[in-house]
């Protein structure tokens, strides 16, 4: 079974900026999208970023391209997420996830995706 894991989360100054990973076990494939999404409390899981694997080709929510950097290290398995300037409203938890296919051109919606990572919270104050 594919298992995703999320780390590097923490507690950030407003400004600051914070890189998470996700490191995918099992058999992953070579051609699927894996994208990061987030919640904070009391609000809906929202999309971030995807990437797709096998193309490299990276994909931003509108308004997260500058601020956040997606990329992969396919040796490793891993994905990352870059996040600077971070602002007090990006305060939430972070997710990976993947599902087996394309991202078609754009961050696909939460429950397009198959497998989910536990989450990383990022806190900025």
């Known amino acids: 079974d594919v298992q995703l894991v999320e780390s590097g989360g923490g507690s950030v100054q407003a400004g600051g900026s914070v890189r998470l990973s996700c490191a995918a076990s099992?058999?992953?494939?070579?051609?699927?999208?894996l994208g990061w999404f987030r919640q904070a409390p009391g609000k809906e899981r929202e999309g971030v970023a995807a990437i797709h694997t096998s193309s490299g080709s990276t994909f931003y929510i509108y308004g997260k391209r500058g601020r956040f950097a997606i990329s992969q290290d396919n040796a490793k398995s891993m994905v990352t997420l870059q996040m600077n300037s971070l602002k007090p409203e990006d305060t939430a938890m972070y997710y990976c996830a993947i599902v087996w296919r394309s991202c078609s051109g754009g961050v696909p919606a939460p429950q397009a995706f198959d497998i989910w990572g536990q989450g990383t919270q990022v806190t900025v104050s």
């Open positions: 099992g058999f992953v494939g070579s051609s699927n999208c």
